[in-house]
């Protein structure tokens, strides 16, 4: 899923939401429902799983994967069981 999300900051400060994409994998969150199903059944009904949620404060998310000396280094990403990136 990658969400898309264009903010524009009002003069009083607030934050609006101006625009708000999701595109998913479909065949990708079927495989993921269906295993999450499955580790249900064998939790008596629990999943196992939370949200985790990762925030950057002020600092724009571009800093993450753009800035030369502090960014994610993809060179050291191999193909992953979910593809290549950075796994946490």
Not at 2 to 25: A, C, P, S, W
Not at 55 to 63: K, Q
Not at 66 to 87: H, I, L, N, P, V
């Amino acid at each position: 899923t990658i969400n898309i999300v264009k903010l524009e900051r009002g003069v009083d400060g607030t934050i609006n939401i101006v625009k708000l994409e999701r595109v998913q994998n479909r065949p990708l969150w079927e495989e993921y429902v269906s295993v999450r199903r499955k580790v249900a059944e064998k939790n008596g009904g629990d999943p196992n799983e939370a949200e985790m949620w990762h925030g950057t404060r002020e600092a724009s998310p571009e800093n993450l994967y753009k800035d030369e000396e502090c960014a994610f280094d993809m060179r050291y990403s191999a193909q992953g069981f979910w593809g290549r990136g950075s796994y946490f």
